[in-house]
């Protein structure tokens, strides 16, 4: 064994530009800079050369760089981890860097990077090489977990015909062997997190690669079905992470626009509609933003009269700013809302961060029926991340900082499960249903 010299914690230094996919996920708005095409499909090493280091010795400094920083930055840097076990996997990773290639070694320590969280509560810490910066290539495909099975959502160019497609296999591989080899890389709060993070990892091409799905970076065969039940086998090429974070306003692990309300308007902040057959009033909440004036528009309403129930969608919301969400929770909060089946909170995989915090406290300080899927975020978290910089390669860290505990100290949930679990389909979301604020409407309103 390679016993690793461990720096004394101090700062290291950070890139210039942040990681906007991450940030988007954590609630931050960043606009990616429009990036000219690639000239190439090449993928290049994530490996930057140093006078001062060998190939071998760059790739154990980010080792030890990953495991200081995270000592430094993290208030509880073993939670969900045994010490030993973790340093004793990071020391097992350097030992092997001489027998690896660059995109084995990419992999190691991205899975190195998410190891604590792998019990949960860490959907913020993690290594996302899926920016220009590390040189990296993602295939041009979005995909989602249905409740059918894995489908492409979205596709790039020449691949638009494979949008409705499952997919079943890359390289051969079946897709539950696929996934079962990236998802140690991603990042989860909990399992419901991890249905929307996965799949990131499993569109770059270098990670697929340091798995062993392909032999190197580059084309994959992927082999899907498509909408009329026909199977076949598709050659995909990567692009560039910078063309990569144009086409998907870095924000890939989203469902695409579709004409049906919950995704129709899913990047305004917050909004609400009153839908006069149900008497229902709606409230899609996107984004954690200060919510007075639309609370005070909903108590206005509601004490008119003529609404039956509120339904409250946080399925699109990833997080913001959780000191600005009181307002919206004391409307809630309020006997003219807060009554037996009248308050409904819609929530689900991409229920995130700051989202959580918010349900969480609706869950405990409400009397709400909750209904959807799991959510993707824990009821107490590690959040507030921080980016180090890894500086002998082209790769940074996101570190989760705060703990924030919104239930009981002694909850050992890691999700808030839906009191009414309804699934999703591939067909339910090219179809324009939404069978889960069908389900809210249903809910019994008491008197």
């Keep these: 064994m390679i016993l690793l010299h ?42 930057t050369s140093s006078p001062s280091s060998t190939r071998d010795e760059a790739w154990r400094i980010a080792i030890d760089t990953l495991i200081s920083e995270r000592e430094r930055v993290h208030p509880n840097p073993y939670q969900g981890i045994d010490k030993a076990t973790y340093l004793a996997a990071a020391d097992d990773l350097a030992a092997k860097i001489p027998n690896l290639n660059d995109e084995q070694a990419l ?7 998410a190891m604590p969280g ?26 989602w977990r249905f409740s059918d099975g894995l489908t492409i959502t979205a596709a790039r160019g020449s691949y638009e015909d494979l949008v409705g497609s499952r997919v079943t296999a890359i390289a051969g591989k079946p ?5 079962a080899l990236v998802e140690p890389m991603a990042p989860r709060d909990n399992p419901s997190n991890l249905l929307a993070y996965g799949p990131l990892y499993m569109r770059q091409s270098e990670l697929l690669a340091g798995v062993g799905v392909i032999e190197h ?93 509120v339904v409250v969608d946080l399925r699109n919301n990833g997080g913001g700013d959780n000191h600005r969400y009181a307002r919206l929770l004391e409307a809630l909060q309020d006997p003219s809302i807060d009554r037996p089946g009248r308050l409904v909170v819609l929530f689900g995989r991409l ?67 839906p009191d009414l679990a309804v699934p999703y389909s591939s067909d339910d979301y090219f179809n324009d249903r939404d069978p889960q604020l069908e389900a809210a409407i249903r809910t019994p309103v008491g008197r």
Excluded at 32 to 45: K, L, V
Excluded at 119 to 142: D, N, Q
Excluded at 175 to 179: F, L, P, Q, R
Excluded at 267 to 288: A, G
């Design 107 to 113: 992999a190691g320590i991205t899975r190195l990077a």
């Design 351 to 417: 229920t995130f961060s700051a989202a959580g915090n918010f349900a969480t406290e609706v869950e405990a300080t409400t009397g709400a029926v909750f209904v959807g899927e799991a959510m993707g975020s824990s009821p107490n978290l590690y959040g507030d991340v921080r980016r180090s910089s890894l500086p002998t390669v082209r790769l940074d860290v996101y570190i989760a900082s705060v703990y924030w505990q919104k239930s009981t100290a002694d909850d050992p949930r890691i999700t808030i499960e």
């Design 217 to 309: 970076a580059g084309p994959a065969v992927f082999s899907v079905v498509n909408r009329d039940g026909i199977a076949h086998n598709v050659t995909v090429e990567p692009i560039a992470a910078a063309d990569d974070v144009v086409w998907t306003n870095a924000l890939p692990m989203v469902l695409p626009p579709r004409d049906v309300m919950w995704l129709h308007d899913s990047t305004e902040p917050i909004w609400w509609r009153f839908l006069h057959d149900s008497k229902t009033l709606y409230l899609q909440y996107n984004e954690v933003v200060a919510t007075g004036s639309v609370a005070d528009e909903i108590l206005a309403l509601v004490a008119r009269g003529g609404v039956d129930r």
């Design 175 to 179: 897709i539950d062997e696929v996934m």
């Design 118 to 143: 792998w019990k949960g509560r860490e959907g913020h810490s993690g290594i996302f090489p899926f920016t220009p910066e590390t040189g990296t290539h993602a295939y041009p495909l979005r995909f």
């Design 6 to 47: 461990r720096p004394a914690s101090g700062p290291w230094p950070t890139l210039a530009v942040a990681l906007s996919l991450v940030m988007s996920a954590c609630g931050a708005s960043i606009a990616p800079s429009r990036i000219g095409p690639s000239t190439s499909a090449t993928p290049a090493s994530p490996v």
